[in-house]
């Protein structure tokens, strides 16, 4: 830290400068480490932590949680709000010049709220949630190191740690989703995670490659300030490769199939992994590298048509599910197509994008955990044809469950309302037919979240009981878990307004985002939008609360062919299997036969011919002196007779 | 009646040579007239305490530049980093010499004139103590090795090479088990290095003739004049080359190149282990310091001749070394023809004919040194009732026996593979860099060809000690005594550093790398 870098470069637009760190912020990587030094105290202890390693975790990440809102109440009063702080030179070779540098600018410092924020109730809940399970503390550790990978991967002032964080959190998503390994659905849903996670970060390396040989860098500031000068195939290739990444990490079409998986993991994980913060890791991609997204208009509509078809596809397959996890997962995919739309549609949308983000992380995060606490409550019991009824023995969770899904469907006056109306109306500003397209699907994606959503609710926690004989009365869970219930239900409440008012004003200070939208007209007015919007939304929950108020059938259904095709994924599994996985296992079948064939083959041929050229070089050590002398003599001969010949200009 | 003109002696320059021969006479006196139970003691602190005043003396030189006792002697920086190199690796040498714990009495016999196999002989193999006579011998041998690498005239450098030649040949013969094979070793040794002497010496007199007939110069061996003649001697350079060649024959023998090497396994593998160390570190550096000098100094406008043909044997070398050594069933024959590959790796580097290339090679050789003493050690320590357990299928599973000395063992097998963050990483590096810029690309490839073939030997050794089951007559590993934990803990050390941070030993080798002329 004695070495404090600025790059006050003197380029004439667009250039991008940081000021260096001072005062508390120069201990912004304090946020990172505390966490980090936890989860390897939890991990190497071992058994002697398990006492009392999980007030550790949650502790670690509290002290986090403070030193971010610190570091964000002293951000505000800066003139220039990016600042940088260079650790030291993490790689130098050659040309290539890697700095551990981390960034806080706004972005980073919500990121950072978000993280830290929600990540403690998450900390806090798991602490009972995990009370019977013996792997507590290693569950901790995880924890926590995916909480220090994650601030890396916002924190980092350049791709490579980025990276780092992003295979970081890859790594932490492993262990947690595989977390029971022991049973063989948990294990496979971790390779299924791992493996469609590989092909995104392939994505993302490669995109790195690619900046440092076209750009010579992958600071974030000399790469923004650079891109302007790259030719427009370069910078699309990029931004393709960067996006690939992106969707890997946050369940996108078309790696999507991972996420709805990795509900194999205990429920804290999925609400802070796979539903608040990593999956969001992708959004934050696209939002950091604005600049090259907004530099080719081709890959915005890339963006924009990713985040449209995803949003509609989890909405459907979410439709269909009636696991209350997947349910969940499937909304989550659905939320995240809908901030893709937002980060594609570039200028002030980048910011709607992030507030949605943030708005989306506490109440996803609060239904979750309602979900936990059904579950808890349930005999681990995940199937929501099998509740019914539980409003009256659960008060709480269906108090505050009704506050997340109220944000969800975007219900006005909660915070859903707030941060995705915004959106809707800002895919309508597009040029064209496309505004038609994109603004359509966004309303259509309206509707449906309002549907599935409400038939989760309605089924979770009225009509009928519908539950298996074992359970009598179901419990309410303790208060350690109640509490961050309570506590993110505000948050789905209040957060939206509160964000979408101050936000957007504070992220203006970030590079290139959440500046003024060059302005197309909307092709609908804003309050015919706003009206339609909630419209869909009382249509869509009215459906789905008159059909499922009597509840439902405890089997599944003969159903049409849109319900068939959602309760399979829409068949991208199906279709996965026969693209990928069964091309791929003939070619490694291949590979291995050439391998052994070919490759072995020439190996073992060149090592039997040292072998027996060894074999029959040794027997020309004799052991006889006079053997060896004549060897020697023989060699001097050759030799003197080797210099007479250069001598004489014959080997020359 | 002519007026005889002495020459002017810098004593100081001279003092690490004068103070290893002077104590070497000592011992000699220390045999006479010290009773025989304080000799090991006494000869061994006066051995030690020698090396470590000379060590002293060549850091208190540490900037001096110039040709002392008329023309006989240069003091310049490659004689004092590889005075230095020899002193430290003599020092740790010293200690496997004089460990007494792991053995009873020692790894040498106690009368050397009692019959091999003989009832006497098994008697004193039991316990009696090991001749003293071996630190004078020691002495005697470092001393010559130093002047070896500062002779600036080929009579100077010859009758060096007789003092450091003719010690290493009794020493060879004194195991104290095997006698026979050490004997025969030793006679081996002493016959096949009478030979190369020879040819050493018939160079030097056709070296000679060349340098007649100089204009303005007398005729002459030290090094100046023979620059100067090959620069404008009217004489025939038949003389030159043929001369050349005799030479370099003479060092590559010493320096177990091929086809010159076939004395190395079979010494290698007869003598005590701890001369078997002494002479693979120390020998070397003093053999591959005399190619350098004689190479870069004397015949250094000549280097577009003698390249190729010297590239030729470097690649012969390595390819024997590397080849033979995948069939090899014994420990020391192993490490035999491992070290005739690395002296493949070091002629590339004298090869290449600018300062990097000195620097490099007397980085590896230091670099190798330590890390093949540290070798020996480990060999000296496996053993069972019989002695030394040196054929490998012994070795099978000793891993499980005892995993610290297996671990040690593994490291030092993989510094000589050339895996990074070992010393034998650096080295390589070091040697193979400046022949790429200097054009000589061939060598390098061959050079890691090599280094590919003989990383399997090596790791043949480490699959053995850790995959394989630990059978009946897998040896235990001897608890080391203070002497060689020292010698070995020095040696692994080394390696490791010089692989994590070689620059101060690379810094101080470069600035080191200038000849005096």
Known sequence: ?652 | MTELKLPSIDYAALSPILIMLGVALLGVLVEAFVPRRHRHLTQLSLALVAVLGALVMVVFNADERLVTIGGAIAVDGPTLFLQGAILVLAAMALLLIGERSVERGGAFVAQAAVTAESDDDRRQAEGSNGATEVYPLTTFAVGGMLIFVAANDLLTMFIALEVFSLPLYLLCALARRRRLLSQEAAMKYFLLGAYASAFFLFGVALVYGFTAGMPDRAAGVDFATVHAAVKDSPASPVLLFAGMALLAIGLLFKAAAAPFHVWTPDVYQGAPTPVTAFMAACTKVAAFGALLRVFHVAFADAAWDFTPILGVVAVLTMLVGAVLAVTQTDIKRLLAYSSIANAGYLLVGVLAPTGAGVAGTMFYLAAYGFSVLAAFAVVTLVRDADGEATHLSRWAGLGRRSPFYAGVFTFILLAFAGIPLTSGFMGKFAVFGPALESGQAWLVVAGVLTSMVLAFPYLRVVVMMWLSEPGDSTPTVTVPGGLTATALMIGVAATLVLGVLPAPLLDLATDAATFVR
């Not at chain 1, 060896?628 to 050759?638: E, F, Q």
Request: overall charge neutral; charged content about 10%; glycine content about 12%.
């Open chain 1, 1 to 652: 830290m004695d070495h404090i870098l600025t790059y006050a470069q003197a380029e004439p637009t667009g250039a991008v400068t940081y000021a260096a760190a001072s005062g508390l912020l120069s201990s912004v990587w304090l946020l990172v480490a505390i966490p980090l030094v936890s989860a390897a105290i939890l991990l190497l202890l071992g058994r002697r932590a398990d006492r009392w390693g999980h007030w550790l975790g949650v502790a670690a990440i509290g002290v986090a949680f403070v030193l971010g809102v610190a570091s964000f109440l002293q951000l505000r009063g800066l003139e220039n709000k990016s600042v940088e702080l260079s650790l030291w030179d993490f790689i130098a070779v050659g040309n290539l010049r890697v700095d551990f540098g981390l960034l806080f600018d706004p972005l980073a410092a919500v990121f950072v709220l978000l993280i830290t924020g929600v990540g403690f109730l998450i900390h806090l809940y798991a602490v009972e949630y995990m009370a019977h399970d013996e792997g507590r503390r290693r569950f901790f550790a995880y924890f926590n190191l995916f909480v220090a990978a994650m601030l890396l991967l916002v924190l980092g002032n350049n791709y490579v740690m980025l990276y780092f964080g992003w295979e970081g959190v890859g790594l932490a998503s492993y262990l947690l989703i595989s977390f029971w390994y022991g049973r063989p659905s948990a294990a496979t849903a971790g390779k299924k995670a791992f493996l469609m996670n590989r092909v995104g970060d392939a994505g993302l390396a490669i995109g790195i490659f690619i900046m440092f040989a076209t750009l010579g860098t992958t600071q974030y500031d000399e790469v923004f300030t650079g891109v302007g000068g790259l030719a427009g195939g370069t910078v699309l290739v990029l931004g393709l490769l960067l996006l690939l990444g992106a969707c890997g990490k946050s369940g996108q079409f078309p790696l999507q199939a991972w996420l709805p998986d990795a509900m194999e993991g205990p429920t804290p994980v999925s609400a802070l992994i796979h539903a608040a913060t990593m999956v969001t890791a992708g959004v934050y991609l696209i939002a950091r590298s604005n600049p090259i997204f907004s530099a080719n208009a081709t890959l915005q509509l890339v963006v924009v048509s990713v985040g449209a078809v995803t949003l509609l596809m989890g909405c459907l397959i979410g439709a269909a599910k009636d696991d209350i996890k997947r349910v969940l997962a499937w909304s989550t995919v659905s939320q995240i197509g809908y901030m893709f739309l937002g980060v594609g549609l570039g200028g002030g949308a980048y910011a709607l994008a992030i507030v949605h983000l943030l708005a989306h992380g506490f109440f996803k995060a609060n239904m979750f955990l309602g979900a936990g606490s059904v579950m808890h409550g349930m005999n681990d019991q995940v199937d929501i044809r099998r509740f019914g009824g539980l409003s009256k023995y659960m008060k709480v969770t269906w108090i505050t469950f009704m506050m997340g899904w109220l944000a969800i469907i975007g219900m006005f006056p909660f915070s859903g309302f707030f941060s995705k109306e915004p959106i809707i109306v800002a895919a309508f500003e597009r040029e064209g037919w496309t505004a038609w397209l994109f603004g359509g699907a966004a309303l259509l994606g309206a509707g449906l979240t309002a549907f599935y959503m409400t038939r989760l609710f309605v089924l979770t926690f009225h009509g009928p009981k519908r539950w298996t004989e074992d359970i009598e009365h179901p419990h309410e869970s303790p208060k350690l878990m109640t509490i961050p219930l309570i506590l993110l239900a505000i948050g789905s409440v209040g957060a939206g307004f509160l964000l979408a008012t101050s936000v957007p004003d504070w992220l203006t200070a970030t590079a290139g985002l959440g500046g003024q939208t060059e302005g197309h007209e909307a092709v609908l007015s804003h309050v015919v939008i706003t009206v339609l919007s909630l419209l869909v939304t009382v249509l869509g929950a009215g459906l789905a609360w008159m059909l499922f108020r009597a509840g439902t059938a405890t089997e599944p259904q003969p159903a049409g062919v849109l319900v068939t095709a959602a309760r399979r994924n829409l068949y991208t599994d199906a279709f996965n299997e026969a693209v990928f996985e069964k091309p791929g296992i003939f070619l490694t079948r291949a590979l291995v036969f050439l391998d052994n064939r070919g490759v072995d083959g020439l190996v073992n041929g060149l090592a039997a011919a040292v072998g027996g050229g060894s074999g029959r070089l040794r027997r020309l050590q004799t052991g006889f002196v006079r053997s060896y002398a004549t060897s020697i003599l023989t060699g001097a001969l050759l030799v003197v007779a080797a210099f007479l010949a250069v001598q004489a200009g014959w080997l020359a």
